[in-house]
């Protein structure tokens, strides 16, 4: 049980062209889910919470018009990276919480962004 | 300031060896979470430790948790090479939307 899904696994990219990123909890409702962005070497760089049907909180620094996150059901949300350039290069991980006491977060596998 | 530091960060022993990585974090938290990261993969759970005093163990590891002294340990006994990996600990922010601060990850090499 709690499996997450993330599509693409990996996406290479012209700059300045949008790239969305999906996220599903395959088999638990998810009443928040997180997006991670992490370099090489280093740890996770949480970039939002998204609760479903509410607006997403974006962490300082990060640009939320950059960064489109779409949470329309208690199953599936979206990351777009808008006009991506080649500093949005990265290892975008998503994951789901559970909604249970033990408030555990389940990864998605990644989707690795490359913008040329 | 909210902090996670895990100690070490870099560790490369023989298999066969015990070692233990330690977890201090500097907020009020009763959660504390485990995770395996294998290179360019996502995160596995490992632990999740909810209460002072929680020891729990999968195979060749073993995590506790001391909320007093705000300190987790993950303890590798008898190490093989197959627990090479990075590891992360993460401690759950009270009133925080449910958000985890997570250590930097210690990397761990197991040499045959």
């Known amino acids: 049980g709690a499996v997450v899904s993330q599509h693409p696994s990996w996406v290479i990219c012209k700059s300045g062209t949008s790239v969305k990123i999906e996220c599903r909890s395959l088999?638990?409702?998810?009443?928040?889910m997180f997006w991670y962005r992490q370099f090489p070497k280093q740890s996770l760089m949480l970039m939002a919470t998204?609760?479903?049907?509410?607006?997403?909180?974006?962490e300082q620094g990060v640009e939320k018009d950059k960064f489109l996150i779409n949470h329309a059901s208690l199953t599936l949300s979206t990351l777009t990276v808008t006009s991506a350039h080649p500093e949005d290069s990265s290892f975008y991980i998503c994951?789901?919480?559970?909604?249970?006491?033990?408030?555990?977060?389940?990864f998605g596998p990644g989707t690795r962004l490359t913008v040329l | 300031e909210l902090k996670v530091e895990q100690n070490p960060l870099f560790l490369s022993m023989q298999e066969g060896k015990n070692y233990t990585i330690y977890c201090n974090y500097s907020?009020?938290?009763?959660?504390l979470y485990w995770y395996r990261q294998d290179p360019g993969k996502s995160l596995e759970s490992l632990f999740v430790?909810?209460?002072n005093g929680a020891v729990k163990q999968e195979g060749r590891l073993m995590a506790s948790l001391d909320t007093k002294a705000r300190l987790s340990t993950l303890h590798i006994t008898a190490a093989v090479h197959d627990l090479s990996a990075t590891y992360f600990c993460?401690?759950?922010?009270?009133?925080?939307?449910?958000?985890?601060?997570w250590g930097a990850g210690t990397k761990l090499i197991i040499k045959p």
């Open positions: 994951s789901a919480r559970q909604g249970n006491t033990y408030n555990e977060q389940f």
């Open positions: 088999d638990f409702q998810a009443t928040t």
């Open positions: 998204s609760n479903e049907g509410s607006k997403a909180t974006y």
């Open positions: 907020t009020t938290s009763d959660r």
């Open positions: 430790l909810l209460s």
């Open positions: 993460a401690v759950d922010i009270p009133d925080s939307n449910y958000q985890l601060i």
